[in-house]
């Protein structure tokens, strides 16, 4: 090869490095999304005493100060957006909402789910993980029918770190024992015996199962992108969380759930 070439070649490649590295799912811009899971994706508590908040929502809210994706991806190119999600949702409910968004056209669709399924009122009832991916698979198959459509898919929450936040609080005690909330994780919050220490821990771990499967199935689902632990990673406060329950995040805390997933979500469909 002559010396120009060898020029010109070296130019090319230093050009080529240069460049912003292309998106894994880069996919079109949506006009139709539905988002799916569970209370959280409702909004839940994000703005009143225990009823859904769905303009709220990190996903498909209009809430101006949450920035949800649909907000940002309205600002671009007129978009349609559900909200599909239920209240209360585990696992199990996912194929079923999936079945929906895909008769809703859905070009776009997130999932977060999974809280409810480790939030049970004892350790033995929390959802199995061969259940708990099987339930994600047959979704995640159903999403990928037909082909083009871009999945998001949220890791869980840590409740662990919900735990150790709220703890302090006199008003969080109090909520969680009165509604008998996610007590396979927050029944005696301040307690340090080992039964006590082994049933958080235990929960701890199973979140981290769930999350490992939700990666793994998306991971080998075409135009599915995980948000590799985003989610459960960000060190949320108790500012982030509803004062009604000290479970549900309120505004403050949508908006984060927004941008910490959008951060993910944005480059990697190239949007």
């Not at 949800?68 to 585990?90: C, E, F, I, M, W």
């Not at 998001?152 to 109090?174: E, H």
């Not at 006590?196 to 075409?222: H, I, M, S, W």
Request: aromatic share 10%; net charge positive.
């Amino acid at each position: 090869m002559s010396v120009a070439r060898r020029a010109l070649l070296a130019v090319v490649l230093a050009v080529a490095a240069a460049l912003p590295a292309a998106p894994a799912h880069a996919a079109e811009r949506p006009r139709v999304m539905d988002a799916l899971g569970d209370s959280i994706t409702r909004g839940f508590n994000a703005c009143g005493w225990f009823f859904d908040c769905t303009s709220r929502s990190w996903s498909a809210g209009s809430y101006s100060t949450v920035n949800s994706h649909y907000r940002r991806l309205a600002a671009v190119q007129p978009l349609s957006a559900y909200n599909d999600a239920k209240t209360g949702a585990k696992v199990s409910a996912l194929p079923g909402q999936a079945t929906t968004a895909v008769g809703r056209s859905a070009q776009y669709v997130t999932v977060l789910i999974g809280a409810n399924d480790a939030c049970t009122s004892t350790p033995e009832a929390v959802t199995s993980v061969p259940a708990f991916r099987a339930s994600v698979r047959t979704a995640l198959d159903t999403l990928a029918s037909g082909g083009g459509r871009s999945v998001f898919v949220s890791s869980i929450p840590d409740l662990y770190q919900l735990w150790q936040v709220g703890k302090g609080s006199s008003s969080a005690r109090s909520a969680w024992a009165a509604y008998g909330i996610c007590q396979s994780m927050l029944k005696n919050p301040t307690s340090t015996q080992q039964a006590d220490v082994d049933r958080r821990l235990f929960v701890q771990q199973r979140v981290k199962d769930y999350n490992a499967a939700l990666a793994q199935e998306c991971g080998v689902t075409p135009g599915c992108v995980y948000d590799g632990g985003a989610v459960f990673g960000y060190p949320f406060q108790r500012s982030h969380l509803s004062t009604w329950d000290y479970f549900h995040p309120n505004t403050s805390g949508q908006a984060v759930l927004s941008q910490v997933t959008w951060n993910v979500a944005g480059p990697a469909f190239g949007w």
